[in-house]
């Protein structure tokens, strides 16, 4: 039951691993290792590929199509799971996508999405919606998840306003103008995900931060791992937090670090230390749904022995739809139900 009164300030988390990740890089480059690094015993690997066997002590468990990790999912929702995992990464991303769009294809007897003309669409919004949903059921389960996918470069088109001729220089983009508008742009190669829009857009609005893992070589020629965390000309990346700091070193340890250090810039009434704990879309139960249809049948017979079965009715009609009865109402009607009894509670 929502309380309005009961509503306590948000305390940011200075704990990194607090916060949902959507992490990719280069091939080779320790995308894996970084993320077993971080959340430790505390990660399931769901495994798109078999790759995982030189990183000691992770804890993967293989998928090979959309069916096994729905099933995956579904054993996630046992309590002792939850007990012993915090976070569910999927590596990689772009590889399950691939076995969704597999099932989908299957379920309408075809090939590929969008062989069959007969279908009007019907089976691109089956694949957008069981993707957006699939990732989604992450964080309805109340873990965070995290996302690995590899890197690619695209040449992209950049306005010339609000990009400086130093940022320019340092992406090496080169400026050209519009055949037909006349309008001066840079044309410059960015690294980012290597992954269809489509397949993107649920993923960006999921995660808190978007890290780019790339090998760079420093003023001695020696190669050097680092992390990307703010958005350039050169590649795709972005945080939550505020004045994080651009680029660091990439391991767990300097992630942490900056985590902690940009959130200590907050008033340290507003932060806390422990790591924060996901809320959860509620699974109801049968034992729920009969405790909430007793307490409707309770409140009916108040309004009955008042004399105003009328209003209840009135309501139920409303809710439901006209001809229907509160007492037939079914366990899928969970929320329904609920929404008569809060509104029956008002009134009474």
């Not at 059921?137 to 001729?165: D, R, W």
């Not at 609005?205 to 992390?227: K, P, S, Y």
């Not at 969970?334 to 809060?342: M, P, R, W």
């Amino acid at each position: 039951m929502i309380n309005l009164l009961d509503i306590e300030p948000v305390k940011v988390s200075t704990d990194a691993t607090s916060y949902s990740l959507f992490l990719y890089g280069v091939p080779k480059s320790g995308k894996t290792t970084l993320v077993h690094n971080l959340y430790g015993n505390r990660v399931l690997f769901i495994a798109t590929e078999d790759r995982h066997k030189a990183i000691a002590g992770a804890h993967v468990v293989r998928v090979t199509n959309w069916s096994e990790y729905l099933n995956v999912l579904s054993q996630a929702r046992n309590p002792k799971v939850k007990e012993q995992y915090d976070v569910l990464a999927i590596d990689t991303i772009e590889n399950l996508y691939g076995m969704l769009e597999k099932y989908v294809a299957a379920k309408y007897n075809e090939t590929s999405v969008g062989e069959r003309d007969d279908l009007w669409g019907k089976d691109w919004n089956d694949l957008k919606s069981m993707w957006r949903d699939g990732l989604r059921m992450i964080e309805n389960l109340g873990y965070t998840p995290c996302f690995i996918a590899h890197a690619t470069q695209s040449v992209q088109k950049v306005p010339v306003i609000g990009v400086s001729e130093e940022s320019a220089k340092q992406a090496n983009a080169e400026l050209k103008k519009d055949k037909k508008t006349q309008e001066e742009y840079y044309e410059v190669e960015k690294f980012v995900p290597d992954l269809k829009d489509k397949v993107l857009a649920p993923v960006n609005r999921m995660v808190d931060n978007i890290l780019f893992l790339n090998l760079a070589v420093d003023t001695e020629g020696n190669e050097q791992r680092v992390l990307h965390l703010r958005e350039s000309l050169q590649w795709q990346a972005g945080t939550t937090f505020p004045d994080v700091k651009p680029v660091i070193p990439a391991t767990a340890e300097a992630y942490q670090q900056a985590v902690q250090e940009a959130i200590g810039k907050f008033d340290p009434s507003q932060t806390k230390e422990e790591r924060a704990v996901r809320t959860t879309d509620e699974e109801v139960t049968t034992e729920m749904f009969e405790e909430k249809m007793k307490e409707a049948r309770e409140l009916a017979l108040q309004y009955h022995n008042n004399k105003r079965m009328d209003e209840v009715n009135s309501l139920v009609s409303k809710v439901f739809g006209q001809g229907h009865k509160l007492t037939d109402a079914k366990i899928e009607q969970y929320q329904l139900v609920e929404t008569v009894i809060n509104q029956l509670k008002e009134k009474i």
